[in-house]
């Protein structure tokens, strides 16, 4: 079916193409495949000869593949060869860690292996811990905890002296300066390893991940090979983009419609939205058309046990609907879904891929539609479905010599191991040699003769936050009952006094928010409508540290203060605006680093356009930043104005967005005449003719795209390239 307001693609079912391991498999692992007829797809068997053989792995067949045996196999067929082995699995969420806990007792139970899985994070009890790093040979944790417990190694060298193999799960999710943080723990991991004798492998999973191999060895800074010949069946998938503004309707009624519909006809369905409050809203329509209808919303900030209750339902088919933010994107077993509905772009085509493959997860033919909203990016895919249905998985981007992250990882290194410069250069790199005199001369670390210690008074790893970013944690109060939590940026978004706060099908308006406490308390409401906040955000220069001349172009670099002011909130009826309260609020700031020029746009572009070719050439700039500063489009930010009173002039400024800095604005500056070459190159070699996602569109746009001139953009860059 293809119409403007519908496009469809069917992708066949296929059979599964199975495979016997070149290596001789154990009795044990043997005995229970066969127990359980069981044989091996292609990509398993691959895996499991990659695996024994002591090969660093990364595993990218697609969702629902069959990816846990295929890596788990041969590392507990290991552990049971070597009584001593112990194993690290790693998990970004910790409803995915409690997943994989039951897999591996289960196996563990089946094999005889006697590995005695256990989870080992902030949760665990500290009562319970001891006895974990004493007697468990298999350890789920995640990041985080990693981060923590490499500070106590002392507490854990017989698991470290035996470690033999480290898996990662779902390691597309470590990319940007998050990921380069990650890349540097994992270092600092495998050093510890090292003191200990151990040289532990690594098997990495994602299923949705370009340039693998080159990011697995970036990520772990060892060579891995890829595994990609999938041989898991594939049932019928049909993807629909279905286009409701094509007929009058607005994204959210399309898309409870939908659910609705396919609900009523027996389909399971999980539908993924890009907001907490979209997923509350559209739920909350689903319940008025289907009042004994099990549909229910998922997403960050439910209580523990609310969420695993809800996973639960919907595993067991007690539950026919679920509206999810992307806290469901990832390999939670939730049982076989017949049907996936993705309301507006995620932001990225791994989580597309991500969002549709949770649906025919049990050899049942699958339906996803991605249900386009009104903006620019939306509607580009739906004029051009091939550039949806064809896209590639972005190549996720790291920087082990941004030395804003290796400072704080040379540092927890000191404070976990001596620091011995001709030992340990080759897990942090040249840039370290930059680094330690700087930390010396600012009295963090000191040299002995058996290297550089820390020498702070407080545990560097309490310090060092992994994602860039902290702030507290909100609690919504109902009466004396916890509905819910928060972060601050969520808080200032959605918790304004007067916002309505959907929760499971309730709604509730914000009467205080109590900032000592960090608490948010609420009352109940009847009344029909939700409230949207009303927001600017500003930039100003506190400082101007240092002016690179490229040519006839200047490219200042210095602080910052990126301010977003709450100006109040629209309340909407039926997605109507009937009212508008005027708010005052303190604003959310942040300081940060940040580069901007200047440009002159006489002559070059009409009055009409500037506006939208400033706009165009920030969303271009930022978009080939990451090719050459080596980060991810998500860790900066922009803003472009055609007077901006501290710079005096029409300016485009692009910020980390990290409090303080990492270095990504100031190597930009530095850079900034390859950055802005490949930005007009984008834009200008784009065959669209007024912007697309390729060009000038972003899908983290606060503006919703516009205003954007693409011609105003192309004549902008390309006058400023002419000056370098």
Same mark, same amino acid.
């Given at each position: ?82 009584r001593d082995a112990t194993a690290l699995f790693i998990y970004p969420t910790k409803a995915l860690t409690r997943d994989q806990l039951a897999v591996f007792d289960k196996l563990d139970k089946d094999l005889g292996a006697k590995t005695r899985p256990a989870i080992y994070d902030g949760d665990t009890p500290r009562e319970s811990r001891a006895k974990i790093r004493s007697s468990s040979r298999v350890i789920l944790t995640n990041m985080y905890e990693l ?133 509350e809203i559209t739920a909350m329509r689903c319940r008025e058309d289907m009042p004994n209808t099990g549909i229910s919303s998922y997403r960050g900030g439910y209580r523990p046990n609310e969420r695993r209750n809800i996973e639960k339902n919907l595993k067991e088919g007690d539950i026919s609907g679920v509206i999810s933010t992307n806290a469901l994107e990832l390999g939670i077993d939730v049982g076989g879904l017949d049907s996936v509905i993705i309301s ?249 680093? =940040?580069?901007? +020029?200047?440009?002159?746009?006489? /002559?070059?572009?009409?009055? *009409? !356009?500037? #506006?939208? @070719? ?36 029409? =300016?485009?400024? +692009?910020?980390?967005?990290?409090? /303080?800095?990492?270095?990504? *604005? !100031?190597? #930009?500056? @530095? ?54």
């Open positions: 079916m293809e119409t403007a307001e519908m496009h469809t693609r069917v992708f066949e079912a296929r059979p599964a193409a199975h495979k016997l391991p070149a290596t001789q498999m154990s009795p044990a692992v043997a005995g229970y495949l066969a127990n359980r007829g069981i044989s091996l797809y292609t990509h398993q068997a691959d895996a499991y000869d990659a695996v024994t053989a002591g090969k660093n792995i990364i595993l990218t067949t697609p969702t629902a593949s069959g990816k846990t045996l295929a890596y788990a196999l041969p590392v507990f067929e290991k552990l049971m060869r070597n981060h923590q417990i490499l500070a106590w190694r002392t507490q854990w060298g017989d698991f470290w002296t035996n470690l033999g193999a480290i898996v990662i799960d779902e390691a597309h999710r470590y990319r940007g300066v998050f990921g380069s943080h990650i890349a540097l723990l994992l270092r600092r991991l495998r050093r510890i390893c090292s003191y200990y004798d151990a040289r532990p492998q690594f098997v990495l999973s994602s299923a949705t991940i370009g340039g693998a191999e080159t990011f697995a060895e970036t990520l772990t800074g060892l060579p891995a090979v890829e595994i990609a010949n999938d041989g898991s069946p594939r049932a019928k998938q049909t993807f629909r983009l279905y286009n409701p503004s094509a007929s009058g309707k607005s994204s959210v009624t399309a898309t409870a419609d939908l659910i609705r519909d396919q609900v009523q006809s027996g389909m399971q369905t999980l539908c993924f939205t890009k907001s907490r409050n979209m997923a507006g772009f995620p932001g990225t085509m791994m989580s597309v891929r991500q969002q549709a493959g949770r649906a025919g997860r049990a050899g049942k033919d699958a339906l996803i539609t991605f249900v386009a909203q009104q903006n620019p990016l939306d509607q580009y895919f739906m004029r051009h479905p091939d550039a949806f249905f064809d896209a590639p998985c972005e190549q996720p981007i790291l920087d082990l010599e941004n030395p804003y992250v290796l400072r704080d990882h040379l540092l927890c290194a000191a404070a976990e191991l001596p620091y011995r410069t001709e030992r340990d250069a080759a897990y942090f790199g040249e840039t370290a040699a930059d680094i330690l005199p700087i930390l010396k001369d600012e009295h963090l670390i000191a040299s002995t003769p058996k290297g550089f210690v820390y020498c702070g008074t407080e545990p560097p790893a309490q310090k060092v936050s992994l994602s860039g970013k902290s702030s507290g944690t909100w609690t919504v109060v109902f009466r004396n009952t916890v509905l819910e939590t928060m972060d601050e940026y969520q808080m200032f978004r959605e918790a304004y006094p007067g916002a309505v706060i959907f929760h499971q099908g309730e709604r509730y308006v914000v009467e205080e928010t109590d900032r000592k406490n960090l608490v948010i308390r609420v009352k109940k409401s009847q009344d029909n409508y939700r409230t949207r906040s009303l927001h600017t955000t500003d930039i100003r220069i506190l400082s101007r540290e240092k002016t690179c001349k490229h040519g006839s172009l200047f490219v200042h670099y210095g602080s910052v203060l990126v301010s977003t002011q709450m100006l109040g909130y629209s309340v909407l009826e039926y997605d109507q605006i009937v009212a508008t309260h005027p708010l005052e609020t303190p604003a959310m700031e942040f300081t940060t680093k =940040a580069c901007w +020029i200047t440009p002159d746009a006489e /002559g070059v572009i009409t009055p *009409a !356009e500037i #506006a939208g @070719a400033l706009h165009g050439a920030e969303h271009a700039l930022i978009a080939a930043m990451p090719v050459h500063v080596l980060c991810d489009r998500s860790d900066i930010g922009g803003v472009s104005t055609p007077f901006h009173p501290d710079a005096g002039d029409a =300016a485009i400024f +692009i910020y980390d967005g990290v409090p /303080g800095g990492v270095g990504l *604005a !100031e190597k #930009a500056a @530095a850079i900034f005449p390859d950055i802005i070459r490949l930005a007009r190159d984008m834009v200008a070699g784009c065959s669209c003719e007024t912007g697309c996602p390729s060009c000038i569109h972003s899908p983290k746009c606060g503006n919703n795209n516009q205003p954007l001139s693409k011609a105003g953009t192309v004549a902008l860059l390309s006058s400023l390239v002419s000056g370098l």
